[in-house]
């Protein structure tokens, strides 16, 4: 009886585990076709001159480059961080800075399924460069921390970044955040970075040089 009971939870656990991994590859398959879909958009608003003021909702409105996680890593930014907007990509918290200005602008991402686009967030580094795309300006941020914080703690992505709410900020920052570890909820991964230069699409329209180098 011990050895079928055995074998009874080792086959139960190894459908869980199957189902699991057949969740988040049809998530992510999902999830890139609609952030193909997002990123088109986005562009095509571009080259229209048709940019909002405001993104709405799950509307995208930004690309984040990160070349340490690959030469051509890029992702749309869509606006909020509701279960709908993530699924489209990673989502900018409303209420927190945009691209560029002086506070912290802060992005949430699914590190396993709906397109897993913060997979492999862990892997950055103090000084690698994470590159935000508008639709005129290059902005580039440089990693300056990482840490773990169980996942009801918000200051990671207060104007100051572990500040408080009264915090007045004079420094640009941009924060990335996900879950952890991988097929986790138990804690949150924070990234933090500082911009460290900003150009003009008029003067560099493929980008800073540090997009192809990664340096």
Same mark, same amino acid.
């Given at each position: 009886m ?6 009874l939870v080792?086959?139960?656990?190894v459908?869980c ?5 057949y969740?988040t590859w049809?998530?992510? #398959?999902?999830?890139?076709?609609r952030?193909?879909e997002?990123a088109?958009?986005v562009?095509g608003?571009w080259?229209?001159?048709? #940019?909002p ?5 799950g +509307? @995208?409105f930004?690309?984040? *480059?990160?070349?340490e996680l ?8 869509? +606006? ?9 990509g990673p @989502? *900018?918290y409303p ?14 991402g699914h590190?396993n399924?709906q @397109?897993?686009?913060?997979?492999d ?8 460069? #994470? ?5 005129d &300006?290059?902005?580039?941020?440089r990693?300056?921390s990482?840490?773990i914080?169980?996942? &009801?703690?918000? $200051? ?9 709410m009264?915090?007045?900020p004079?420094e $640009?920052?941009?924060?990335l955040?996900?879950c952890?570890?991988?097929f &986790?909820v138990r804690?949150?991964l924070?990234v933090h970075?500082?911009?460290? &230069? ?6 560099q ?5 540090i997009?192809?180098s @990664?340096?």
């Amino acid at each position: 009886m011990v050895d079928v009971a055995l074998e009874l939870v080792l086959t139960a656990g190894v459908v869980c585990l199957l189902f699991v991994v057949y969740q988040t590859w049809m998530t992510n #398959v999902a999830a890139d076709q609609r952030q193909d879909e997002v990123a088109e958009s986005v562009r095509g608003g571009w080259e229209q001159s048709a #940019v909002p003021a405001a993104p709405d909702s799950g +509307e @995208g409105f930004a690309f984040v *480059h990160i070349p340490e996680l690959g030469a051509t890593w890029s992702r749309a930014i869509v +606006e909020g961080v509701d279960e709908d907007d993530l699924q489209a990509g990673p @989502g *900018h918290y409303p209420n927190s800075a945009m691209p560029g200005e002086i506070g912290n602008f802060a992005v949430a991402g699914h590190r396993n399924g709906q @397109g897993s686009p913060f997979v492999d967030l862990d892997e950055l580094e103090v000084g690698d460069p #994470v590159i935000i795309e508008t639709a005129d &300006s290059w902005f580039v941020y440089r990693v300056t921390s990482n840490e773990i914080v169980p996942p &009801s703690t918000a $200051a990671a992505i207060r104007p100051v970044p572990g500040g408080t709410m009264d915090d007045q900020p004079t420094e $640009a920052y941009l924060t990335l955040t996900t879950c952890h570890p991988e097929f &986790s909820v138990r804690e949150r991964l924070i990234v933090h970075a500082l911009l460290d &230069s900003s150009v003009s699409k008029v003067d560099q329209p493929r980008g800073p040089a540090i997009l192809a180098s @990664g340096q």
